[in-house]
């Protein structure tokens, strides 16, 4: 795998976008067996204009249904193997009454489904 600057003649897939979406279909394309993936992208991080150089880097486990907690569980656990993964613990803090009962709702089958506890 080329990580430089010179492109080849040619690819049978190039993917716009070196962000976390190009680079998560980059990655997963050469999973399936494609070996011949390249991915472009304008510039350097932080001069590109994209969200991915900009954000933190978070993947909550309280994605607000099963199907995002599914995704960002797989995601988490591709990312165990990079030096640079820090896990680290996160609280989700409502700012009043009205806004800590929907989210304890929401949450909570994720982790009981069994409803062997609830908070109200």
């Known amino acids: 795998m080329s990580t430089g600057n010179t492109l080849p003649d040619r690819a049978g897939t190039v993917v716009v976008g070196a962000g976390c979406v190009g680079c998560s279909a980059a990655y997963h394309l050469t999973q399936l067996g494609r070996e011949d993936v390249v991915v472009v992208d304008r510039g350097p991080l932080y001069e590109t204009g994209g969200s991915t150089s900009h954000?933190?880097?978070l993947v909550p486990?309280?994605?607000?249904?099963?199907?995002?907690?599914e995704l960002a569980t797989y995601?988490?656990?591709l990312h165990t193997d990079l030096d640079a993964f820090r896990e680290c613990g996160g609280i989700e803090v409502a700012s009043t009454e009205d806004r800590s009962y929907p989210a304890t709702v929401r949450?909570?089958?994720?982790f009981?489904?069994?409803?062997?506890?609830m908070t109200r």
């Not at 486990?61 to 907690?69: F, H, L, S, Y």
């Open 55 to 57: 954000a933190p880097g």
């Open 61 to 69: 486990q309280t994605a607000g249904g099963k199907p995002m907690t």
């Open 75 to 77: 995601t988490q656990d």
């Open 107 to 110: 949450d909570e089958p994720l």
């Open 112 to 117: 009981d489904p069994d409803n062997e506890r």
